[in-house]
């Protein structure tokens, strides 16, 4: 699951939301002055982007699990009419049609494509995955960099119930410092100084201090025990600070030209220049909680995200389950790249992805999942597809992802 995902709190830190959200309501004075943000605009898109998609039995077969995964999960949404009549739809096209051409006539019959914002479609595509990394249970001298569990002391305070949230700030998260809710601990005073030392927080420790960074920006993986075991872990909460680059931050300092910033571009400049990697790590302040988890990856959604099929998006935009076509080029073996265009689910979302031109292709789950994810940075075009005739998604005033 990518970073930076909102999900409820585990429940022993729910016996502190009455004093903060009566906090909130004497702060309310301080953030009335926040805009609300418009809701974006949806302009329909030629109906002809449909005649290209391209679904092979690999692909229907991997779209149905996403679909199956979605349909599951959606009903326990508020808004879940916004993306379930169109999973429906697909599920229902997959199971009955046959050959990929009989299923592409009968998307084009079933669904209107739309652009959000004034992207026009264009859109910025890159990927993610879920990391297998070395770790123990225990800490050692090898094993010394610590995955942490939700601190009991942090706080989310929604803004929404109180008329104070915009499209980018729908929460306040903190912690309580006497009676005033105060920003948590930055990732430079967690992971460079002794913010959560002495709490019994850690999950497990890792090797690699890149590793657990990387695995931050993911928001799940896979730890490998010494004894050869695996078990999952996922996210669980973030310190509430805003997400910041660190491959921006390399090639602003001129240290990596921007377009050629990748992830593995980014884990060569840091085994070169080890004395400059914890203050690259510090600038992203965000930091991620984990939990361990059973089955998955799971993606904001709850649901099991399927290589190829699953994407993060901004949901601001594109409400979760949503029907998306997208048009890109993906890495392929041997250095190359392949064309990508195909029915995605809207199944997670992601700190950095944010606006209508952002898309973060799920790649899979290991390190060949790594390497695909790591180098795919394209540019491509998505659609929303909506169910013939509903129009486009009703987004709330004052939504937030």
Same mark, same amino acid.
């Given at each position: 699951?990518?970073?930076?995902?909102?999900?409820?709190?585990?429940?022993?830190?729910?016996?502190?939301?009455?004093?903060?959200?009566?906090?909130?309501?004497?702060?309310?004075?301080?953030?009335?002055?926040?805009?609300?943000?418009?809701?974006?605009?949806?302009?329909?898109?030629?109906?002809?982007?449909?005649?290209?998609?391209?679904?092979?039995?690999?692909?229907?077969?991997?779209?149905?699990?996403?679909?199956?995964?979605?349909?599951?999960?959606?009903?326990?949404?508020?808004?879940?009419?916004q993306g379930l009549a169109g999973v429906e739809s697909v599920r229902g096209i997959l199971r009955d049609?046959?050959?990929?051409?009989?299923?592409?006539?009968k998307i084009a019959e079933a669904f209107d494509p739309w652009t959000a914002g004034a992207t026009g479609?264009?859109?910025?595509?890159?990927?993610?995955?879920?990391?297998?990394?070395?770790?123990?249970?225990?800490?050692?001298?090898?094993?010394?960099?610590?995955?942490?569990?939700?601190?009991?002391?942090?706080?989310?305070?929604?803004?929404?119930?109180?008329?104070?949230?915009?499209?980018?700030?729908?929460?306040?998260?903190?912690?309580?410092?006497?009676?005033?809710?105060?920003?948590?601990?930055?990732?430079?005073?967690?992971?460079?100084?002794?913010?959560?030392?002495?709490?019994?927080?850690?999950?497990?420790?890792?090797?690699?201090?890149?590793?657990?960074?990387?695995?931050?920006?993911?928001?799940?993986?896979?730890?490998?025990?010494?004894?050869?075991?695996?078990?999952?872990?996922?996210?669980?909460?973030?310190?509430?600070?805003?997400?910041?680059?660190? &491959?921006?931050? +390399?090639?602003? %300092?001129?240290? !990596? /030209?921007?377009?050629?910033?990748? *992830?593995? #571009?980014? =884990?060569?400049?840091?085994?070169?220049?080890?004395?400059?990697?914890?203050?690259?790590?510090?600038?992203?302040?965000?930091?991620?909680?984990?939990?361990?988890?059973?089955?998955?990856?799971?993606?904001?959604?709850?649901?099991?995200?399927?290589?190829?099929?699953?994407?993060?998006?901004?949901?601001?935009?594109?409400?979760? &389950?949503?029907? +998306?076509?997208? %048009?890109?080029? !993906? /890495?392929?073996?041997?250095?190359? *790249?392949? #064309?990508? =265009?195909?029915?995605?689910?809207?199944?997670?979302?992601?700190?950095?992805?944010?606006?209508?031109?952002?898309?973060?292709?799920?790649?899979?789950?290991?390190?060949?999942?790594?390497?695909?994810?790591?180098?795919?940075?394209?540019?491509?075009?998505?659609?929303?597809?909506?169910?013939?005739?509903?129009?486009?998604?009703?987004?709330?005033?004052?939504?937030?992802?």
């Amino acid at each position: 699951m990518r970073a930076e995902k909102i999900r409820d709190r585990p429940a022993r830190s729910k016996r502190i939301w009455r004093p903060v959200l009566l906090l909130a309501v004497l702060l309310s004075g301080a953030c009335a002055g926040i805009p609300e943000a418009p809701p974006p605009d949806y302009v329909p898109a030629p109906r002809s982007v449909l005649g290209g998609l391209a679904l092979s039995a690999e692909d229907s077969e991997a779209l149905a699990r996403a679909l199956d995964a979605a349909a599951k999960r959606l009903p326990a949404l508020s808004n879940a009419s916004q993306g379930l009549a169109g999973v429906e739809s697909v599920r229902g096209i997959l199971r009955d049609a046959g050959a990929p051409d009989e299923i592409r006539a009968k998307i084009a019959e079933a669904f209107d494509p739309w652009t959000a914002g004034a992207t026009g479609g264009e859109a910025l595509v890159t990927g993610y995955y879920e990391p297998v990394v070395e770790g123990s249970l225990a800490p050692s001298e090898r094993f010394r960099y610590p995955l942490y569990a939700v601190p009991d002391d942090l706080v989310t305070v929604p803004l929404l119930p109180f008329g104070m949230a915009n499209g980018s700030r729908g929460r306040l998260v903190g912690r309580l410092a006497g009676r005033t809710v105060v920003p948590y601990s930055t990732r430079r005073e967690i992971d460079g100084g002794s913010a959560l030392a002495g709490k019994g927080l850690e999950l497990a420790w890792l090797a690699d201090p890149a590793e657990r960074f990387f695995l931050h920006v993911q928001g799940s993986g896979v730890v490998r025990l010494p004894d050869g075991s695996e078990r999952r872990i996922g996210y669980a909460g973030s310190n509430g600070h805003p997400y910041r680059s660190i &491959g921006r931050l +390399l090639a602003d %300092e001129g240290k !990596i /030209p921007l377009q050629d910033v990748t *992830m593995q #571009a980014i =884990r060569d400049y840091l085994a070169r220049n080890l004395d400059e990697r914890d203050p690259i790590f510090h600038h992203n302040e965000s930091y991620v909680f984990f939990r361990w988890t059973e089955g998955g990856p799971f993606g904001s959604l709850g649901a099991k995200l399927v290589p190829f099929a699953s994407a993060a998006v901004d949901p601001r935009f594109y409400p979760p &389950g949503s029907i +998306l076509l997208l %048009e890109t080029e !993906i /890495p392929a073996p041997g250095g190359a *790249m392949r #064309a990508f =265009r195909g029915l995605v689910v809207a199944m997670d979302t992601g700190g950095a992805i944010k606006g209508p031109g952002r898309v973060d292709l799920f790649c899979g789950t290991g390190k060949g999942a790594g390497e695909v994810a790591g180098r795919l940075k394209s540019r491509g075009k998505i659609y929303l597809l909506r169910p013939r005739g509903q129009g486009p998604p009703r987004v709330a005033r004052g939504a937030g992802p």
